[in-house]
């Protein structure tokens, strides 16, 4: 993999955290009903299951 490469899935990444999004509210309320975890933690979990939901879609988009 090729800095080229890591540079087109960061640019590729942001459209697809439109679709990432609502996994990533979906995962929040899933570990905050099922781990009884706070509110700001379950904003953390939010945010980065969306980053890695978009970071992932962007990688299969640019290599399949």
Request: glycine share 4%.
């Amino acid at each position: 993999m090729t800095p080229q490469d890591i540079l087109i899935i960061c640019v590729m990444s942001v459209p697809m955290l439109i679709f990432s999004v609502f996994p990533g509210i979906k995962i929040g309320e899933y570990l905050e009903e099922k781990y009884n975890i706070t509110e700001r933690q379950k904003r953390v979990a939010t945010i980065v299951s969306t980053l890695i939901f978009a970071f992932t879609l962007s990688s299969l988009l640019h290599f399949i």
